[in-house]
T-cell receptor
Framework: SQTIHQWPATLVQPVGSPLSLECTVE??????LYWYRQAAGRGLQLLFY??????ISSEVPQNLSASRPQDRQFILSSKKLLLSDSGFYLCAWSPSTSQPQHFGDGTRLSIL | KQEVTQIPAALSVPEGENLVLNCSFTDSAIYNLQWFRQDPGKGLTSLLL?????REQTSGRLNASLDKSSGRSTLYIAASQPGDSATYLC?????????FGTGTRLTVIP
């Protein structure tokens, strides 16, 4: 069966520091991969999605970037974190666009 | 841009009651619609997916309906249990995106 892993579960970072969140999927190949953010009191917002290695699409302009160095690995990064980057970050995968998305347990990021 | 509204924002019911959660969306050009539950501080668990060509989907005590032309979906929960307490999110799907509302926070009182 397929599983999705995100880490770390919780992260506290100072403003201006770099960021790297990792997501990996097991038990499938060539999945669609997604990064979402859930800000306090707001709905989830898609940040990036990828349909293949090295293919990244961004939905909103922001301080973050994403990379997919391997088929089942999706990384969310920032060179310098802002206070507004605080939130709950969720990675998800799906076999294709028309099939369900399955989410990881999320990373709660607090910027001080 | 797809806008998703879920009503009510919060709901508290006694155990055993049947209930309906409502979702409306502004753009009917969707691929499918998913319902999720989210427990506090946790990720999302997929409950049901309705393809755009379907009218409803059932899983156990859950039944979700979709009226794509009017931009509405409902999630019916039968015989609610305390373990059903969570936030329920509906998410219509675009080309490569799920659009989320802020959800309905359900509390089932024992």
């Amino acid at each position: 069966s397929q599983t999705i892993h995100q880490w770390p579960a919780t992260l506290v970072q100072p403003v201006g520091s770099p960021l790297s969140l990792e997501c990996t999927v097991e038990g499938t190949s060539n999945p669609n991969l997604y990064w979402y953010r859930q800000a306090a009191g707001r709905g989830l917002q898609l940040l990036f999605y990828s349909v293949g290695i090295g293919q990244i699409s961004s939905e909103v302009p922001q301080n973050l970037s994403a990379s997919r160095p391997q088929d089942r690995q999706f990384i969310l990064s920032s060179k310098k974190l802002l206070l507004s980057d605080s939130g709950f970050y969720l990675c998800a995968w799906s076999p294709s666009t028309s099939q369900p998305q399955h989410f990881g347990d999320g990373t709660r990021l607090s910027i001080l | 841009k797809q806008e998703v509204t879920q009503i009510p924002a919060a709901l508290s019911v006694p155990e055993g009651e049947n209930l309906v959660l409502n979702c409306s969306f502004t753009d009917s050009a969707i691929y499918n619609l998913q319902w999720f539950r989210q427990d506090p501080g946790k990720g999302l668990t997929s409950l049901l997916l309705i393809q755009s060509s379907q009218r409803e989907q059932t899983s156990g005590r859950l039944n979700a309906s979709l009226d794509k032309s009017s931009g509405r979906s409902t999630l019916y929960i039968a015989a609610s249990q305390p373990g059903d307490s969570a936030t329920y999110l509906c998410a219509p799907t675009g080309a490569n995106n799920l659009f989320f509302g802020t959800g309905t926070r359900l509390t089932v009182i024992p």
